[in-house]
Structure formats: structure tokens, C-alpha cells
């Protein structure tokens, strides 16, 4: 060095990436170099003579100071870092060595070295930020344990979730080691061999789902990782983070028990149940669907779909009916014979689009079998139709018996009538008892044609508005004489209400209902009312009579059901079945209360009316003239007494008992009327011969049938041909009645 030229010197200081400066005894910059000049942001020129404590701001040499005071007040070098503002006034951070010049023991000057240590400060700042910052996250994550531990696993570091999972705080984990306080005994071991080697080779150990120990003693489940820290310059680290699996484990135990419950429910229960995805593999399905499509268990059939189970036509069928589920979105219910020829059965089906966040995924289905529903559904359907056969036979019966029974008494009802026209005084009471007896016989077969007429569905309603009490009124002075006779006291209250129905057919239901009454009260009496229940009106019937028992109720509206145990008060058994049928025709509601011993209640619901006037109607005057009177029928007793019985009246008979004996007869001459009965032989009816007749004199020939048919088939045929039909016995007085109205409305 002694040998260098001091402006070679000169260059080298010069050329230093330090910042280089030299001051004189009284503290005054004596040199610069460039990289000085470059740090403070000032010419080198104004940097020289500048005094070192005085000439500079004090944000400039405030930190600066006590460094250069010390190392002239010690007379050693110095090493300083401190934050200083530049001349320039950039802050830097800035670090060196002030080395303090003596001559002859005093101090004479400073040589002073700077390095501009900002960016590496601000490195050094941003790391321990960092690393501030990890360590207040870890401190902030409740959910997260972190452990930090040594080579032979004593814990460096412990956050406040190691304290909550573990039981320990910092004071009393840290220091102690990992293995001891969280690890169990069988498991250590092992844990600091994988520890060692982790330090030895670098590579952490597994992750996994580990059952350690809390400070009671306690299991809890974490899933634990682990990380392998080595930064230049510092000793390895490793940590471990744990997370609490202790909710985890509850919900996946709550979950697979709830799964336990769901597969035990729907293996139990007893339909096939299914679970298919959009392209119909089955993801689930009970015991029951394996067990009938015989697979070993419901697992072996996930993943499987229709082909797998069941020939390919019918696996065809099921995936069309699959995709035509999930195509409309909505359910779908069969009901389909399955199975092999030798072993059918009958399966009802239910299938639904299962839908997940507004997207049809696939569908869900069950089926039961319904085989022992189906066979008890086609023996019923088979014992209705014997039943129905057994009723069309007995109505048969019932219609072919009143037919052949109607005969003769129509005959015998005219004879009376014939009778009690000629009879002398004393055999008047006679006559009388003869006619109760043929009204009796009469009445029941009159009963027999109701059911008839409403079993063959021609009673058509004709609605109208009635005043109820003139209806009341006389259908209490029809049945007066019969409570009298019986001591009993039928009575009626007033009501100013309206009705609207079929008159003729309520006035039937009333009759009835009345006609019980008295037939079964021996004491007492009889009280008919209208009055208003739950809203709506209704005509009651009461009665003081022997009562219905509850378990016969539900029975006495049936056809030939009578509870009555005393004959002379024994009806036909079908006037409440009448009442029934009506009622349900006219779409009205029957009550019944009854206590057995004190007596029964019938109420029959009546709609309201409304007030209509009307001009009065016209009487029909009866024409009392001789008729010429053409008669068919093909009973020769039916025929002869009808033939007096007109004869008596002063009418001209023209009698045969078919219709070409019957024209030959009147030999082109046409009768005032034509009275036929329906039944004239296999070739021919009623409606042939008024049909021919009306053919022959002109189509306004008045003509009416009479007939003793009771046949539904046989109403329900004579019901649509436009001519009258009535219905035998006839007394001699409605007789003529009919004959005088068929003659007075024919347009003749």
C-alpha cells in the first residue's frame, strides 16, 4: 500500500459501492466519495465542509448522533443502524462503522462507512410481518391446532385451538414434550420415529385420522398433518396441525345411524321400493324388490338396471314408462299382471320424478302386490253379477206373478164393482168387505209396480212449486179414517212454507211414511210436521209406535223387510223401500230416529219453493154420452167382465181378443175409442193393434193401453210410445174415468 500513488488511491476509494466520508477535528466533511454523495441525494460538493452535527437537519442526524458521539467519546469503531433522512429527504435505513481518527491522544477526525440497508430492512420488516401475521392467524383459527415442536418433540409452539382441543395452555405446553401430552403410550413409539426421520430426510409425516388424548385422559379424533420448516441460516422446525373430527365423527355416526333407520325401515317394509338415475340404473332398492325379483340383496342390485332383472320386453316397458315420468315431471300410477306364465301375479305400481334443485335426476318408485285385492275385486264383481242375475230373476218372478195375479184381479175388481151397483141393502156391508179385500190385494201389487217402475228408471220427476200444508192437509184427511178406526190421533200443524219437487211423488213418500206410522202405533198417535234442521226444511213423521232397533236401521229400507210381529198390521214390505227409491230419484235426504218401545221419527229433506200465481185451472168435463168402445184382451175372463162392466155403463162393446177378430168385427167402422191389453199372444202386443187401428181410422183415434206387466224391460219398452198405459186392477169408476179423459183430450 505504501507503494500506491496517492491518486491511485484516490480512484479506488472513489470507485467503493459504499458510501465512504472523513471528518476533520472539528466534525467538518473533509471527503465524500460518489456512493456518499448517491446515498445522501446531494452533490459531493455540498456534502464537503459541511460540519457533521450542525449543518444537517435534525430528522437527519437525530438517530445518528448518539452512534457518532459514543465512538468519539470511546475512541473505538463503532458499529451503528439507524433510520436516517437523507439531505434529499429520503428515508433510508443505514448501517456501517464510525471510526474515530487521535493524534498524540486526542481526536482528530472521523472515517465513517455507509451501506443503504433499506431494501434489506424492508425485507427483514415485511418478514416479520409475515410472520406476525401467520402467527395471529393461527392464534385467530379456533378450528386449527398448531403444534410446533423440536427433533426429540419438545413443543416451541402451542395456539389457543391446541388449548381449547387439548386441555393445555401455552405456559404448560411449551417446553414439555409433544409426545407425553397428547400422544397415547402405545403410539409414541412410533410417533418419534416418524419424527426423527422427518428431520433426517426431510419428508413429512403421512396426514390421517388419528385418535389422541386431551388432558383428562379423554379420546378425541383430528385429522393431523404435518409440515417440515427449514429456512438457510436457522434450525429445522416441524408443526403439526390438528383438526377436532370430534363434530365430524358425531354427524357421520348420526348420519350412517339415520341411514340404519331408512335402510331397516324400507327393507321392512313390505312393497318393493326403488331408486333409479336418469338412465335407470337402480342406486337403491330394498329387501323386498330383491327378494321378488330373486337376487341375493339389495347391494348386489345397484348399478344394475331393467335387463338385468326381467326379460327385454318387459325391461323395454319399464324404461319408456321411466322416461315418460321424467319427461312430464309428475307421478304415475299402474296396475299390471306380471311374471311367468306358470306364476302371475298382479303388481300396482307408483312412480315419481325425484327432482333436485329444479333438474328431474331420475325417479323413485314402489309397487305392492295387489293379487288378493284383484281376486277379491273379481269375486265381488262376480257375486254382483249373480246377485244382479238373482234380482233381474226374482224382479221377473215378481213382474210375470202381478201379471198373472192382475188378471184375475181385474176381473174380479170389475165384478165387484158390477156387485155393489146391484147388490140389495143388507149385502151392501158384504160387498164392502169383499172390496177392502181386493183394495188389500190391490194395494200390494200396486207396491210391486212402483218398485218396478222405479227399478226400469221411466218415473221421470216433473218439479214444481207447491203450497206444503194443502199437501199435508190432504194426505191426513186420506188416512184420518184408518187412525180412527185404530183409536189413535193423528194430527198436523199448519205451515205457510213452500215446496218444490215432484208432487205426486212426494205425496207417494208421505203416503208411506204415514201409512207405517199408524200401521205400527197401537197407542198414541201420529204427528206429521215441517220444520227447518241444519239449514234446510224438512217434513217430519212421528209416531208413539213399537220403534226400530239400531242394528235394523240400516235394513228396513230394503225390499220385504218388515219388524212388525202382529198379521193384521203386516204391509207388503216394500213401501219403505219405495220411500227410499223415490227420495234418491227426487235426490232428496232421508232421517231416521228411533227408540224401541217409544217410538220412530222419518223426516224426508224438502227443498224450498217459491211462490208462483197461476191462473186456475180449467175442470175437465166429463162426457157421460154413450160410447161405441173397441175392447182387446186376450183373458176371457178379463175380457167378459170388462165387457159387462162397460155394458152396465150404456156403452156399445165391440169385444175380441185379438186385433184381426177385432177389425173384422167393426168392419171398417170406426170405434169412439180402443182399449187394448199389452199382452195378446206371441205375435202381437197393445201397441200393434192401436198402431194398426190408427192406421186404419185416422191417428187421432183415442187409445190407451191397459195391462198388469210389472216387468222393468217391459215398462221401460211401453214407456216411449206416446200412448197411455194403465195399470190393472181397475175399479169400475177409475175405468170410467180413463175412458171419459182419453176421449175429451183426443184432438177428435
Same mark, same amino acid.
Given at each position: 500500500?505504501?507503494?500506491?500513488?496517492?491518486?491511485?488511491?484516490?480512484?479506488?476509494?472513489?470507485?467503493?459501492?459504499?458510501?465512504?466520508?472523513?471528518?476533520?477535528?472539528?466534525?467538518?466533511?473533509?471527503?465524500?466519495?460518489?456512493?456518499?454523495?448517491?446515498?445522501?441525494?446531494?452533490?459531493?460538493?455540498?456534502?464537503?465542509?459541511?460540519?457533521?452535527?450542525?449543518?444537517?437537519?435534525?430528522?437527519?442526524?437525530?438517530?445518528?448522533?448518539?452512534?457518532?458521539?459514543?465512538?468519539?467519546?470511546?475512541?473505538?469503531?463503532?458499529?451503528?443502524?439507524?433510520?436516517?433522512?437523507? /439531505?434529499?429527504?429520503?428515508?433510508?435505513?443505514?448501517? =456501517?462503522?464510525?471510526?474515530?481518527?487521535?493524534?498524540?491522544?486526542?481526536?482528530?477526525?472521523?472515517?465513517?462507512?455507509?451501506?443503504?440497508?433499506?431494501?434489506?430492512?424492508?425485507?427483514?420488516?415485511?418478514?416479520?410481518?409475515?410472520?406476525?401475521?401467520?402467527?395471529?392467524?393461527?392464534?385467530?383459527?379456533?378450528?386449527?391446532?398448531?403444534?410446533?415442536?423440536?427433533?426429540?418433540?419438545?413443543?416451541?409452539?402451542?395456539?389457543?385451538?391446541?388449548?381449547?382441543?387439548?386441555?393445555?395452555?401455552?405456559?404448560?405446553?411449551? =417446553?414439555?414434550?409433544?409426545?407425553?401430552?397428547?400422544?397415547?403410550?402405545?403410539?409414541?413409539?412410533?410417533?418419534?420415529?416418524?419424527?426423527?426421520?422427518?428431520?433426517?430426510?426431510?419428508?413429512?409425516? /403421512?396426514?390421517?385420522?388419528?385418535?389422541?388424548?386431551?388432558?383428562?385422559?379423554?379420546?378425541?379424533?383430528?385429522?393431523?398433518?404435518?409440515?417440515?420448516?427449514?429456512?438457510?441460516?436457522?434450525?429445522?422446525?416441524?408443526?403439526?396441525?390438528?383438526?377436532?373430527?370430534?363434530?365430524?365423527?358425531?354427524?357421520?355416526?348420526?348420519?350412517?345411524?339415520?341411514?340404519?333407520?331408512?335402510?331397516?325401515?324400507?327393507?321392512?317394509?313390505?312393497?318393493?321400493?326403488?331408486?333409479?338415475?336418469?338412465?335407470? *340404473?337402480?342406486?337403491?332398492?330394498?329387501?323386498?324388490?330383491?327378494?321378488?325379483?330373486?337376487?341375493?340383496?339389495?347391494?348386489?342390485?345397484? =348399478?344394475?338396471?331393467?335387463?338385468?332383472?326381467?326379460?327385454?320386453?318387459?325391461?323395454?316397458?319399464?324404461?319408456?314408462?321411466?322416461?315418460?315420468?321424467?319427461?312430464?315431471?309428475?307421478?304415475?300410477?299402474?296396475?299390471?299382471?306380471?311374471?311367468?306364465?306358470?306364476?302371475?301375479?298382479?303388481?300396482?305400481?307408483?312412480?315419481?320424478?325425484?327432482?333436485?334443485?329444479?333438474?328431474?335426476?331420475?325417479?323413485?318408485?314402489?309397487?305392492?302386490?295387489?293379487?288378493?285385492?284383484?281376486?277379491?275385486?273379481?269375486?265381488?264383481?262376480?257375486?254382483?253379477a249373480e246377485a244382479e242375475a238373482a234380482n233381474r230373476s226374482k224382479s221377473n218372478f215378481l213382474a210375470?206373478?202381478?201379471?198373472?195375479?192382475?188378471?184375475?184381479?181385474?176381473?174380479?175388481?170389475? !165384478?165387484?164393482?158390477?156387485?155393489?151397483?146391484?147388490?140389495?141393502?143388507?149385502?151392501?156391508?158384504?160387498?164392502?168387505?169383499?172390496?177392502?179385500?181386493?183394495?188389500?190385494?190391490?194395494?200390494?201389487?200396486?207396491?210391486?209396480?212402483?218398485?218396478?217402475?222405479?227399478?226400469?228408471?221411466?218415473?221421470?220427476?216433473?218439479?214444481?212449486?207447491?203450497?206444503?200444508?194443502?199437501?199435508?192437509?190432504?194426505?191426513?184427511?186420506?188416512?184420518?179414517?184408518?187412525?180412527?178406526?185404530?183409536?189413535l190421533r193423528l194430527r198436523w200443524r199448519r205451515s205457510k212454507a213452500l215446496a218444490r219437487s215432484d208432487?205426486?211423488?212426494? *205425496?207417494?213418500?208421505?203416503?208411506?211414511?204415514?201409512?207405517?206410522?199408524?200401521?205400527?202405533?197401537?197407542?198414541?198417535?201420529?204427528?206429521?210436521?215441517?220444520?227447518?234442521?241444519?239449514?234446510?226444511?224438512?217434513?217430519?213423521?212421528?209416531?208413539?209406535?213399537?220403534?226400530?232397533?239400531?242394528?235394523?236401521?240400516?235394513?228396513?229400507?230394503?225390499?220385504?223387510?218388515?219388524?212388525?210381529v202382529d198379521p193384521l198390521s203386516r204391509g207388503s214390505g216394500l213401501g219403505l223401500a219405495i220411500v227410499?227409491?223415490?227420495?234418491?230419484?227426487?235426490?232428496?235426504?232421508?232421517?231416521?230416529?228411533?227408540?224401541?218401545?217409544? =217410538?220412530?221419527?222419518?223426516?224426508?229433506?224438502?227443498?224450498?219453493?217459491?211462490?208462483?200465481?197461476?191462473?186456475?185451472?180449467?175442470?175437465?168435463?166429463?162426457?157421460? #154420452?154413450?160410447?161405441?168402445?173397441?175392447?182387446?184382451?186376450?183373458?176371457?175372463?178379463?175380457?167378459?167382465?170388462?165387457?159387462?162392466?162397460?155394458?152396465?155403463?150404456?156403452?156399445?162393446?165391440?169385444?175380441?181378443?185379438?186385433?184381426?177378430?177385432?177389425?173384422?168385427?167393426?168392419?171398417?167402422?170406426?170405434?169412439?175409442?180402443?182399449?187394448?191389453? !199389452?199382452?195378446?199372444?206371441?205375435?202381437?202386443?197393445?201397441?200393434?193393434?192401436?198402431?194398426?187401428?190408427?192406421?186404419?181410422?185416422?191417428?187421432?183415434?183415442?187409445?190407451?193401453?191397459?195391462?198388469?206387466?210389472?216387468?222393468?224391460?217391459?215398462?221401460?219398452?211401453?214407456?216411449?210410445?206416446?200412448?197411455?198405459?194403465?195399470?190393472?186392477?181397475?175399479?169400475?169408476?177409475?175405468?170410467?174415468?180413463?175412458?171419459?179423459?182419453?176421449?175429451? #183430450?183426443?184432438?177428435?
Open positions: 500500500m505504501q507503494n500506491l500513488d496517492p491518486a491511485h488511491y484516490q480512484d479506488i476509494v472513489d470507485s467503493l459501492q459504499d458510501g465512504l466520508w472523513v471528518s476533520d477535528h472539528e466534525h467538518r466533511i473533509v471527503y465524500a466519495n460518489p456512493a456518499m454523495a448517491a446515498i445522501a441525494g446531494i452533490p459531493r460538493e455540498n456534502l464537503v465542509g459541511a460540519n457533521v452535527l450542525a449543518d444537517f437537519g435534525e430528522e437527519t442526524i437525530s438517530n445518528f448522533r448518539h452512534f457518532y458521539l459514543a465512538a468519539v467519546d470511546s475512541g473505538k469503531p463503532t458499529r451503528y443502524e439507524c433510520l436516517v433522512v437523507t /439531505p434529499a429527504g429520503r428515508k433510508t435505513w443505514q448501517g =456501517g462503522w464510525l471510526t474515530p481518527q487521535q493524534k498524540d491522544g486526542k481526536f482528530s477526525g472521523m472515517v465513517c462507512t455507509v451501506q443503504d440497508l433499506s431494501q434489506a430492512e424492508n425485507s427483514k420488516l415485511l418478514l416479520l410481518a409475515s410472520e406476525s401475521r401467520f402467527r395471529n392467524l393461527l392464534e385467530a383459527i379456533p378450528c386449527v391446532a398448531v403444534q410446533g415442536y423440536g427433533p426429540d418433540g419438545t413443543t416451541h409452539y402451542w395456539n389457543q385451538a391446541s388449548e381449547r382441543l387439548y386441555g393445555y395452555s401455552a405456559e404448560e405446553a411449551i =417446553g414439555r414434550n409433544l409426545l407425553e401430552l397428547i400422544v397415547p403410550a402405545e403410539m409414541r413409539e412410533h410417533v418419534g420415529k416418524l419424527i426423527r426421520k422427518t428431520y433426517e430426510t426431510g419428508q413429512p409425516i /403421512p396426514a390421517g385420522e388419528l385418535s389422541l388424548l386431551r388432558k383428562d385422559g379423554s379420546s378425541v379424533a383430528v385429522f393431523s398433518s404435518h409440515a417440515y420448516i427449514h429456512v438457510p441460516g436457522q434450525p429445522a422446525e416441524m408443526f403439526c396441525v390438528d383438526i377436532d373430527l370430534t363434530e365430524v365423527k358425531r354427524s357421520e355416526q348420526t348420519l350412517r345411524r339415520r341411514e340404519t333407520y331408512q335402510r331397516a325401515l324400507l327393507d321392512n317394509f313390505p312393497f318393493m321400493v326403488w331408486l333409479k338415475d336418469e338412465q335407470s *340404473r337402480f342406486l337403491a332398492v330394498n329387501r323386498a324388490f330383491a327378494k321378488a325379483f330373486q337376487w341375493p340383496s339389495p347391494a348386489s342390485l345397484v =348399478g344394475r338396471n331393467d335387463f338385468d332383472i326381467t326379460t327385454p320386453e318387459q325391461a323395454e316397458l319399464y324404461r319408456a314408462d321411466d322416461q315418460a315420468v321424467m319427461d312430464s315431471g309428475s307421478s304415475r300410477q299402474t296396475e299390471e299382471l306380471i311374471g311367468s306364465p306358470d306364476h302371475q301375479y298382479w303388481v300396482e305400481t307408483y312412480k315419481s320424478p325425484v327432482i333436485i334443485d329444479g333438474k328431474v335426476t331420475g325417479t323413485v318408485g314402489f309397487a305392492r302386490d295387489i293379487t288378493a285385492r284383484k281376486k277379491a275385486e273379481m269375486e265381488l264383481l262376480a257375486a254382483k210375470a206373478a202381478s201379471h198373472d195375479l192382475r188378471q184375475p184381479l181385474s176381473a174380479l175388481s170389475l !165384478y165387484v164393482g158390477l156387485l155393489k151397483a146391484a147388490a140389495p141393502a143388507e149385502c151392501i156391508a158384504l160387498v164392502g168387505n169383499i172390496e177392502n179385500c181386493v183394495g188389500s190385494l190391490s194395494e200390494l201389487l200396486t207396491d210391486l209396480l212402483d218398485v218396478s217402475k222405479l227399478e226400469a228408471g221411466v218415473v221421470v220427476p216433473k218439479q214444481s212449486d207447491f203450497a206444503i200444508d194443502d199437501l199435508l192437509g190432504s194426505l191426513v184427511a186420506l188416512h184420518a179414517a184408518e187412525a180412527e178406526e185404530k183409536g208432487q205426486q211423488l212426494l *205425496r207417494r213418500i208421505l203416503g208411506n211414511l204415514i201409512a207405517n206410522a199408524v200401521r205400527y202405533t197401537r197407542h198414541g198417535g201420529v204427528l206429521i210436521a215441517c220444520r227447518r234442521h241444519q239449514g234446510k226444511c224438512w217434513i217430519e213423521v212421528w209416531d208413539t209406535g213399537i220403534g226400530i232397533p239400531a242394528e235394523k236401521t240400516g235394513v228396513i229400507f230394503e225390499e220385504f223387510t218388515q219388524l212388525g227410499a227409491k223415490t227420495a234418491a230419484l227426487l235426490g232428496l235426504q232421508i232421517r231416521l230416529n228411533s227408540r224401541p218401545g217409544r =217410538g220412530s221419527m222419518f223426516a224426508i229433506e224438502l227443498p224450498d219453493g217459491e211462490d208462483h200465481p197461476s191462473a186456475p185451472a180449467l175442470p175437465i168435463v166429463r162426457n157421460n #154420452r154413450q160410447l161405441r168402445i173397441a175392447l182387446v184382451d186376450d183373458n176371457p175372463q178379463v175380457l167378459r167382465a170388462l165387457a159387462l162392466t162397460l155394458q152396465s155403463a150404456g156403452h156399445q162393446v165391440v169385444a175380441a181378443s185379438d186385433g184381426q177378430s177385432l177389425f173384422e168385427q167393426l168392419n171398417d167402422s170406426a170405434p169412439d175409442i180402443l182399449i187394448s191389453d !199389452y199382452r195378446l199372444g206371441l205375435t202381437e202386443n197393445g201397441f200393434d193393434v192401436i198402431q194398426a187401428a190408427k192406421n186404419r181410422f185416422g191417428a187421432h183415434l183415442p187409445a190407451f193401453i191397459i195391462t198388469g206387466d210389472t216387468d222393468p224391460a217391459i215398462i221401460r219398452s211401453m214407456s216411449g210410445r206416446g200412448i197411455a198405459v194403465h195399470y190393472k186392477p181397475l175399479s169400475m169408476e177409475s175405468l170410467q174415468a180413463i175412458i171419459s179423459e182419453t176421449v175429451e #183430450r183426443s184432438p177428435s
